[in-house]
């Protein structure tokens, strides 16, 4: 594999070392719960994992760049800026994706879900109503089998609870 010249290439050995802090942070974000479904089910599992696969390929991607150059003379804040500017987008879908998982307590689910898809949609530049209507329709499909297919439950919202009472705030928290 020849050298590249990118300085983009440095981003791996960010990524690789803000995945070694975050898997470190693990125990300190999450608590165990019990739960008679077995230990793939902690709240744990699924960001470590994810991480771990993370962390595996940018050391891949590390180990190799840093073979191939020698050089880590360039390696600095700069640097990373550069290497940053190339994935404007994803870094914006990920402050997305955050802002979307914090609102999903404040507005609910279903609101939340319906706003991000349409952020990722005038994102993608697709702004017809087709794509509005179909984003809309999908994001009732997800909460239907979430909620009635797979019985999915998340906190109560809020929202609701300052606006709604009674069979209302029931039927508020348990489908949107």
Same mark, same amino acid.
């Given at each position: 594999?020849?050298?590249? $010249?990118?300085?983009?290439?440095?981003?791996?050995?960010?990524?690789?070392?803000?995945?070694?802090?975050?898997?470190?942070?693990?125990? !300190?974000?999450?608590? $165990?719960?019990?739960?008679?479904?077995?230990?793939?089910?902690?709240?744990?599992?699924?960001?470590?994992?994810?991480?771990?696969?993370?962390?595996?390929?940018?050391?891949?991607?590390?180990?190799?760049? &840093?073979?191939? !150059?020698?050089?880590?003379?360039?390696?600095?804040?700069?640097?990373?800026?550069?290497?940053?500017?190339?994935?404007?987008?994803? &870094?914006?879908?990920?402050?997305?994706?955050? &802002?979307?998982?914090?609102?999903?307590?404040?507005?609910?689910?279903?609101?939340?879900?319906?706003?991000?898809?349409?952020?990722?949609?005038?994102?993608?530049?697709?702004?017809?109503?087709?794509?509005?209507?179909?984003?809309?329709?999908?994001? &009732?499909?997800?909460?239907?089998?979430?909620?009635?297919?797979?019985?999915?439950?998340?906190?109560?919202?809020?929202?609701? $609870?300052?606006?709604? $009472?009674?069979?209302?705030?029931?039927?508020?928290?348990?489908?949107?």
């Amino acid at each position: 594999m020849a050298p590249t $010249e990118k300085k983009s290439d440095y981003l791996f050995i960010y990524i690789f070392v803000i995945t070694l802090i975050l898997i470190l942070l693990y125990p !300190t974000q999450t608590k $165990e719960m019990t739960s008679s479904r077995g230990w793939f089910t902690q709240p744990y599992v699924a960001p470590l994992f994810g991480l771990s696969i993370l962390g595996v390929f940018s050391f891949i991607k590390s180990v190799l760049y &840093i073979k191939n !150059t020698h050089d880590l003379s360039d390696f600095s804040f700069d640097v990373l800026m550069t290497a940053l500017s190339n994935y404007r987008v994803m &870094i914006i879908t990920s402050v997305l994706f955050f &802002i979307y998982v914090s609102s999903i307590s404040l507005i609910g689910f279903f609101f939340s879900t319906l706003i991000f898809v349409h952020l990722l949609l005038w994102l993608s530049r697709l702004l017809s109503p087709f794509w509005s209507l179909w984003a809309f329709l999908t994001v &009732i499909g997800v909460v239907l089998i979430f909620r009635v297919g797979v019985n999915i439950w998340f906190p109560d919202v809020a929202l609701y $609870e300052a606006f709604f $009472e009674g069979e209302l705030l029931w039927f508020m928290n348990k489908y949107f």
